[in-house]
């Protein structure tokens, strides 16, 4: 149960666009459509924000989107706003029935 | 509005047991699949436990598999989670979150309980 692979960090400046990779295995992100990411601000508990690879809750921004090709998911942010700032996981269902995070990204808005 | 409380978090001796509460309400508890995630210290999220909405089926994490169980009181709306021999590596704040679906969406988190294993 190897976490799944995230960039440690990225930036990107208001306005732009930044994209977070997440690379898993066959067990996992490649063989479900079952990959979900969250936000958390610092102190805070995480917030959903896609799930099913690419749906989003209600309330939650269109500037995210989710997308996904073989073993890797990708998580969109468009627009970046200071708000943003944030660090971000994603999540897949396994073949075993559990999950497994991602080991996080610490986004920064320039 | 969805409501998730955890309780029992302290500091606790290396080799000890402890046991986290979280308090449901807001929604058909009896429904949703419950999990139990921790976060170490400056670290990231990792994954611990899942119970089932019946409370047939439970899942664990390599990392606790053998020392953790994850129970449920569905009349009570609550879910539990038992540490037992409990190592530093265990220190963590621990999320109780709700299951959207049964795939791991968790789209309700309580706002964590912190477990200090310490000597």
């Known amino acids: 149960q190897s976490a799944l692979t995230q960039p440690a960090s990225v930036s990107g400046s208001p306005g732009q666009s930044i994209t977070i990779s997440c690379t898993g295995t066959?067990?996992?992100?490649?063989?479900?459509?079952?990959v979900s990411w969250y936000q958390q601000h610092p102190g805070k508990a995480p917030k959903l924000i896609i799930y099913?690879?690419?749906n989003r809750p209600s309330g939650v921004s269109n500037r995210f989107s989710g997308s996904k090709s073989g073993n890797t998911a990708s998580l969109t942010i468009s627009g970046l706003q200071a708000e943003d700032e944030a660090d971000y996981y994603c999540?897949?269902?396994?073949?075993?029935?559990?999950?497994?995070f991602g080991g996080g990204t610490k986004l920064t808005v320039l | 509005q969805v409501q998730l409380v955890e309780s029992g978090g302290g500091v606790v001796q290396p080799g000890k047991s402890l046991r986290l509460s979280c308090a449901a309400s807001g929604f058909n508890f009896g429904s949703s699949a419950m999990h139990w995630v921790r976060q170490a210290p400056g670290k990231g999220l990792e994954w611990v436990a899942v119970i089932s909405y019946g409370g047939a089926n439970r899942y664990f994490a390599d990392s606790v598999k053998g020392r953790f169980s994850i129970s449920r009181d569905n009349s009570g709306n609550m879910v539990y989670l038992q540490m037992n021999s409990l190592t530093v590596e265990d220190t963590a704040v621990y999320y109780c979150?709700?299951?959207?679906?049964?795939?791991?969406?968790?789209?309700?988190w309580g706002q964590g309980t912190l477990v200090a294993v310490s000597s």
């Open positions: 979150a709700r299951d959207l679906d049964t795939y791991g969406y968790f789209d309700h």
């Open positions: 066959r067990s996992d992100v490649g063989g479900f459509n079952y």
């Open positions: 999540s897949s269902y396994t073949s075993s029935a559990t999950s497994l």
């Open positions: 099913d690879v690419s």
